[in-house]
């Protein structure tokens, strides 16, 4: 009977743990440049355990190539671990890209993921966070997503009455798409977000190595060496143009760690989401 109370105890505690809310990430206006059929772009939060919370926020955007997100093997995997941290997770479901349903298809991801950056700071006593303790992490071409964020964080076509910051307190991509450029870029990412007509403009604008300033956010990046799908040099041209411009970057590079691992990669003991936690712990929180 002890077994039974402890087991049931036990789960209990899981699933507080990992509570959610999911809610409309437009919820008191227009969606940004819908057409109609457009899907309802929304963000899912995860709370940790009130003895646990540190006051610190991750923003979470799955990768999927501009042509879906990979929240199973990505972004929920990702929430659970950092809630298992004392941070307040927040899964966005940004819009995919469709000229079919929207107009301008390469601003909508961008504009969704600023949103949200702007909802977790409007909302930051409702979740009992720090306004200046935000981050944002990003998967693959979701990577890519955050680092458009954190390099293009002054240009939005967001409604932002209140003036509030758009940008993030740290960034972490995993495995990202970075650049835009014809030797680096992953085509189906780029083709998705901005083509098939692509100019020499869009692939500048586009390719965040190009794009880094020293108001750039501190940044945490990790890729597989014999990432295939997407070239590690897209870490290291961010991560040389970071260095160069005085921002710090933690590099955490795998020797074998193809692309999709998620927060585990099988081919490794140490994993880079632990690293990256004590990263975090280090630089943006501090038990009140």
């Not at 799955?62 to 929430?79: F, L």
């Not at 009992?128 to 240009?155: C, P, W, Y």
């Not at 967001?158 to 509030?164: D, E, V």
């Not at 960034?171 to 085509?187: E, G, K, Q, R």
């Amino acid at each position: 009977m002890h077994k039974i109370i402890a087991l049931i105890l036990a789960n209990l505690t899981i699933l507080m743990a990992f509570s959610q809310e999911k809610i409309n990430l437009y919820p008191e206006g227009k969606i940004p440049f819908a057409k109609e059929g457009t899907e309802v772009p929304t963000i899912t939060i995860f709370k940790p355990l009130k003895n646990t919370a540190k006051g610190t926020a991750v923003i979470v955007c799955s990768g999927g190539g501009y042509g879906g997100r990979a929240n199973q093997v990505e972004g929920i995997p990702a929430c659970k671990k950092l809630t298992d941290a004392g941070i307040t997770a927040f899964l966005v479901d940004y819009r995919i890209p469709n000229d079919k349903k929207m107009d301008h298809k390469e601003w909508v991801p961008l504009t969704d993921a600023q949103r949200a950056i702007q909802y977790v700071r409007e909302n930051a006593k409702l979740y009992k966070i720090d306004a200046n303790r935000v981050g944002i992490m990003g998967f693959s071409a979701g990577g890519h997503l955050v680092s458009t964020v954190g390099t293009q964080f002054t240009e939005t076509q967001l409604q932002n009455p209140k003036g509030t910051s758009l940008r993030p307190d740290f960034m972490i991509l995993v495995y990202p798409v970075i650049s835009f450029s014809d030797s680096l870029a992953h085509l189906g990412s780029r083709k998705n977000l901005v083509g098939p007509d692509i100019t020499p403009e869009k692939i500048r604008k586009y390719s965040s190595e190009l794009n880094v300033t020293e108001q750039t956010p501190p940044t945490y990046i990790t890729s597989g060496m014999d990432d295939r799908v997407v070239d590690v040099k897209n870490c290291l041209y961010f991560s040389a143009a970071l260095r160069q411009k005085g921002v710090p970057v933690e590099l955490f590079l795998y020797e074998k760690g193809k692309h999709g691992y998620g927060v585990f990669n099988k081919e490794a003991q140490i994993q880079w989401i632990d690293d990256c936690i004590s990263w975090i712990k280090e630089e943006y929180y501090k038990r009140k």
